[in-house]
Structure formats: structure tokens, C-alpha cells
């Protein structure tokens, strides 16, 4: 562990991988003198709107933090905090009276928070530093955090994510291609004449988990150029990672495209037209036959390396599995699992395996409660008829299966986009199935009779 103030670069349980601490208004009839009334940032009906200068407040911190949630590379080097986190702590703060209402997904995360507190008091090797971080992930961030992104648009949302991994996957194609050099806050494996690029996170597996659920975000972009530009930078940016990760990716993107593209054949031909475009730059006027030979060799190293990593990662999980007896109610804590992988695992890793890390680090009790909240959030989606958020929430509980278990907040923030969707979702039904109170016109007419006749008398 890092002994300098704040948390620590380095998660115990990921090696040496970097880490970090994640109505529409009715239109005016046509000549009428009504006045139009100024915009605001749209509220959650039957909340109180604060003052307009703290509601703006609270709107720009809350977009700031979700631009920069996708880019966690952009931080102190001593420090666990991204940017993003220095934003996203005052958004939430400025709009916690949401929280107020506690809402059924948000139980067993709160359940799990005593559970996983004591893995990590009651841990022999742990610090205080661990602590700080379950406080603020799982006791603020992931139960609250969607207080942030609860006023916010689902179309606003989309495009800042949007544009903000559009951002990472240009520093991921300028890596690779050498253009761009590594950021002290990242880890990138130098392969050949290239490198696995990571973009603006911590290494190039998790560029391929942050950018896997955005394909479901493109429906939101209307114009067809730019949602082709958006789909073409995320397709070049996991092809940057060169990562066999990659494949969690094509089911976010199939589901995409075969379910939600309206225009299936001009994306296609862009398609080709880059994928044509990109092997020329590869090239580099080399001729064709030495464009293949790269490629296939790209290839034959990548499925060279695909057994042994496959195994390693097998033998992780094995090595978690024969301790998971120990933690049937209390885990490890980061630091003792760190501690139990590296000297029982025999690699110097720890498990990749998502699930498999909370299991060692909070135990049976508390990863049950975990994933009870995760199906929770998906459940309500679903039953909202909020199918595109809910199959993101899926895309991103796909991904992050096969990721090591970080204290970064981007890496959990698909959890806070879909409890915002949820909580603005049963807010507009409420709306709409509160009754409108209408006047009673025999009441009317008979009030109408006696104003008429007192009048008279």
C-alpha cells in the first residue's frame, strides 16, 4: 500500500495496476398575450426547486462530473480522487434532499455497508485508507450517487458520455499508433510497433469496460453523421486496446445496431469507408501483402498469449474459490486479499475476476446483497419499460465481469445513470397519474345563477 496522504494508486487487489478511490411544457396558443416564462433545468415533479443560482450550481457540477467520470487518467498522481470526484461530491451534496425518499435498490447496497466495513475493521493487514474508500463508494457513491444525475436529461447524459469517451478513444488511437505518450497515472503494455492503449483510464482492459454499455447510448443521437462519428471513435478505440476483452463489447453493439439503427446501410458503407481508411494509415505505405503480414502477426501473438492468459486467470479464480469457505459471512478486506492471492496465487496477481474480488473482500453476505441491489436496478428498469437503460445496465454488468475490482468511481457510474433513469421514471408516472382536478359545470352554471340574481336584487 501507498503510504503518502489520501488513498492509494495502487488497488490490493488489481497488482500493479493503477486505481483510483465512480415534461414537456404545453406550447402558448397562437395570439396569446401570456408571456414566456424563462427555462430551468428540469426538476423531478414534487420536489421543492432550490434557488436558481444553487440549482445552477448543482447542474453544472453534476455535467462537469459526468464528463469527466469516463476519463479517471485525469488526476493527482499521489492522490485516489480523479477530477471527476471533486465535482461529482458537491453535485451530490447540492441535491441530496432526493435522497430523502429511500427507494427499494437502494436497500441492499445500505445492507451490505456494515458487512463490508467489518471485513475491512477486522482485517489484520488493513489500513485506514481501505476504509475511506468503502465509505465513500459503496456507503455514498453507489446508494446516492445518482442524487448527482437525477435533474439531468437522458439525452444530455448521452451526449456528454458520449463525447467524453469520443475524447478517450482519440488519445486511445494516438497511443497506439505512438503518436500520443502514456500519462503518469497509466499503465499501457508496449507491444511491437505499437502499444495496448489505454485513452484517458488506468489501462487498456478497462477502456474496453468503460466504452463496452456506450454503444446503447447512441440511440440518443439523432443526427445520423454524428452518431456515425460516435460509433466509429468507439469502434477504433477498443481496436486501440487490442485487448480480448474486446469481445464483451459485441453484444452492446450488435443489440445497437440490429435493434436500434435506423440507418442500417449508410452506416454500413461508413463503416467499410473507415475500416479502409484506418488500414491505409496502419499501412503507412507499406505495400498490401505487407499490410497482411502485420496483421496476421497482430494476430498469431494475440491467440498465442489467449491460452496462457485464460489459464492464469482459470488458476486465479481457482485459488478464490478454495477461500471462499472463509468468507461465508466476513471477508478479507482489500489488504488481506491483496496479501492472500499474490502469496497463495503464485503469480503476482490477484483474481480478474469482478465478482469473484467482492466475494474475497466482503464476503458471501455482502456480495449477495451487492448483486441482489445490481438486479434490483435492472428489474425496475425493465419493468418501467426503460428497455435501452436497463440492457445498459446489462452491457456494463457484462463487462466489468472480467475487470479487477477498483476503488474508481468511473467504474461504477453506469450504476448511477440507471438509478437517475429509474427515479425519473416513476416521478413522470406519478405526473401523469395524479388527477387533474376539473370544475363541475352544474356547480359552475347554479354560481353563475346566483351572482346573476344577487346582482339583480
Known sequence: MCDTPGLPLRHPTSGAVPFVADTMAKPAAIGSARPKLPRVPQVISGSVPPLTSALQIQSFCAQAALFLLPLP?????????????????????????HAMKLHAFQIPFLLALPINLLSHMLDPDG?????????????????????????LPQKRIAYLLLTASGLSCLVAIGQFTGYVPTLPTQRIIDYKDSSRA?????????????????????????????RILFLLLLLAGIASTVSKSAIMAVPGLLLYFFWREPEKGRVLRWL????????????????????????????????????KSFDERAHLARVALEHSDECKF???????????????????QTVHVFYLGLMLIEGWAALGLTVLGFLFLFVSLWTLRKYNDAIFLGAHLLAISVTTVLYLSYQYY???????????ARAELTTMQRPVPTANPRLRIAGTTRQVASRAA
Open 272 to 307: 467499410t469507408a473507415a475500416g479502409i481508411v484506418g488500414l491505409l494509415v496502419f499501412n503507412r505505405g507499406a505495400s498490401v501483402a505487407e499490410l497482411v503480414d502485420k496483421l496476421n502477426a497482430v494476430v498469431e501473438f494475440r491467440l498465442s498469449n489467449a491460452e
Open 414 to 424: 453506469p450504476f448511477l445513470i440507471a438509478a437517475a433513469a429509474i427515479v425519473r
Open 127 to 151: 489500513t485506514l485508507i481501505p476504509i475511506l474508500q468503502i465509505v465513500y463508494l459503496w456507503g455514498i457513491l453507489v446508494p446516492f450517487g445518482w442524487c448527482a444525475f437525477v435533474n
Open 330 to 348: 466476513l471477508g478479507y478486506g482489500t489488504d488481506g486479499t491483496y496479501i492472500v492471492m499474490t502469496s497463495r496465487g503464485g503469480t503476482g
Open 73 to 97: 487518467a485525469i488526476k493527482y498522481t499521489e492522490t485516489s480522487l480523479t477530477l471527476a470526484d471533486l465535482f461529482l461530491i458537491p453535485a451530490i451534496l447540492l441535491n441530496f434532499g
Open 198 to 226: 489505454a485513452g484517458l483510464v488506468a489501462q487498456c482492459n478497462a477502456l474496453t469496460m468503460a466504452l463496452t454499455p456506450c454503444f446503447l447510448l447512441l440511440p440518443h443521437v439523432r443526427q445520423a453523421s454524428l
